[in-house]
């Protein structure tokens, strides 16, 4: 069964400073795997999907990458800005068994300062 | 392109009662999920349709809950009898029906069932 994996569960850092969020998964078939922003109380708005032949996607400040062999995807956030404050989860769209769903992880709960 | 929509925003009931919600996902769309969240969790997948096809429920999802898309647009989600342990965020999410790509969620229906 598939496992998603987020570290930290929560993260606080000054404004202005590079970050790292992590997700691991546990079976590598995987059509793709999406980082999400989540604020509270609000639906979910998609960042970044990686397909599981590419290794990495980029739109502005973030970078997301993909190592599907080892089950392992980061999210890179360059200089923080308070408005970066939100909940950040990874999914993966696996093959087989269910044909639609997205596994999602607890998600990351960061908190930029100003 | 207006987005995936969801109604109502919110909705209080008390024990026992039924409840309804209603997803409209963007128009091209032909794939159309449901998702629960509870606090501090990613979302669950609870069933997911492929025009009017219901294609997969979820074992979450008990016999108190319906979802319909009769006409392969708007769905609508039903729980019957409702329990406090359904308090939730309920998320629509909607997608083509290529495996690769992104699934788009709307700003979600939060239940608290008193």
């Known amino acids: 069964k598939q496992e998603v994996t987020q570290i930290p569960a929560a993260l606080s850092v000054p404004e202005g400073e590079n970050l790292v969020l992590n997700c691991s998964f546990t079976?590598?078939?995987?059509?793709?795997l999406q980082w999400f922003r989540q604020d509270p109380g609000k639906g979910l708005t998609s960042l970044l999907l990686i397909q599981s032949s590419q290794r990495e996607q980029t739109s502005g400040r973030l970078n997301a990458s993909l190592d599907k062999s080892s089950g392992r995807s980061t999210l890179y956030i360059a200089a923080s800005q308070p408005g970066d404050s939100a909940t950040y989860l990874c999914a993966v769209k696996e093959y087989g068994g269910s044909q639609g769903n997205l596994i999602f992880g607890k998600g990351t709960k960061l908190s930029v300062k100003p | 392109d207006t987005g995936v929509s969801q109604n109502p925003r919110h909705k209080i009931t008390k024990r026992g009662q039924n409840v309804t919600f209603r997803c409209d996902p963007i128009s091209e769309h032909n794939r159309l999920y449901w998702y629960r969240q509870t606090l501090g969790q990613g979302p669950e997948f609870l069933t997911y349709?492929?025009?009017?096809?219901?294609?997969?429920k979820s074992r979450l999802l008990s016999d108190r809950f319906s979802a319909e898309r009769p006409k392969g647009s708007f769905s609508t989600l039903e729980i019957q009898r409702t329990e406090q342990g359904d308090s939730a965020m309920y998320l629509c999410a909607s997608s083509t029906y290529r495996e690769t790509d992104t699934q788009y969620f709307g700003p979600g229906t939060r239940l608290t069932v008193l």
């Open positions: 349709f492929q025009n009017e096809a219901q294609l997969e």
């Open positions: 079976d590598s078939a995987i059509y793709n």
